[in-house]
């Protein structure tokens, strides 16, 4: 496997349901990021991870629970979600924070319908 | 804080025409900027980016894009385009801090 990669590719939950988001980067990266992406809307930054810390939760609901066990991996915990969570899930990783390793890399995503 | 303005939602062009995309963006610091490319049923894709120098910035698949400060823009073009570009385009703009703000997109068609 190269590059960043997301799994399931589809999701389809009850709002009652528990379910994951898997997330895995290949490229020795050490910050990961979490992204919704909603029709007609820009792309919303949810989490930032950098060397296995949270360093940005975007005033995200807590029934979205991020989990990073280390650089290559991010997860994200979903739990009585909302139809309007219904989205595009982006996971994306970078070499760094600073400006000049900042280029992010973007898994394919995972597509969530919330019934 | 940092916005940015993709004015046109779709822009349909003829294969071979040239094509500019419009990103304007407003921010109360330096800022940095990218343009990424998202292909249907995929993530996104760095195109270019400015970090400094030069303002003109060349990219991947025969996109540019120029830097002009004074308008805050950084529109993205390509002389001649291909079936192939048909796609999404989101501009994004990192000011202070680590957070990267993005467009709401353009989508690019483009017809024989």
């Known amino acids: 496997e190269t590059g960043v990669t997301q799994t399931p590719r589809h999701l389809v939950m009850g709002m009652t349901n528990k379910k994951s988001l898997k997330c895995e980067q290949h490229?020795?990266?050490?910050?990961m990021y979490w992204y919704k992406q909603s029709a007609k809307k820009p792309l919303e930054l949810m989490f930032v991870?950098?060397?296995?810390?949270?360093?940005e939760n975007n005033s995200v609901p807590s029934r979205f629970s991020p989990e990073c066990p280390n650089s290559s991996h991010l997860f994200l915990h979903l739990h009585t979600l909302q139809p309007e969570d219904s989205a595009l899930y982006l996971c994306?990783?970078?070499?760094?924070?600073?400006?000049?390793?900042?280029?992010?890399?973007f898994g394919p995503g995972t597509r969530l319908t919330v019934t | 804080a940092q916005s940015v303005t993709q004015l046109d939602s779709q822009v349909p062009v003829f294969e071979e025409a040239p094509v500019e995309l419009r990103c304007n963006y407003s921010?109360?610091?330096?800022?940095?900027l990218f343009w990424y490319v998202q292909y249907p049923n995929q993530g996104l894709q760095l195109l270019l980016k400015?970090?400094?120098?030069?303002?003109l910035v060349k990219g991947i698949n025969g996109f540019e894009a120029e830097f002009n400060k004074s308008q805050t823009s950084f529109h993205l073009r390509k002389p001649s385009v291909h079936i192939s570009d048909t796609a999404e385009y989101f501009c994004?703009?990192?000011?202070?801090?680590?957070?990267?703000?993005f467009g709401t997109g353009t989508q690019l068609k483009v017809e024989l």
């Open positions: 994306a990783s970078s070499q760094g924070l600073a400006v000049s390793s900042y280029e992010q890399y």
């Open positions: 490229l020795g990266h050490n910050a």
């Open positions: 991870y950098n060397f296995k810390e949270q360093t």
């Open positions: 921010s109360s610091v330096s800022v940095y």
């Open positions: 400015y970090l400094s120098g030069s303002t």
């Open positions: 994004a703009v990192r000011g202070g801090g680590n957070k990267l703000t």
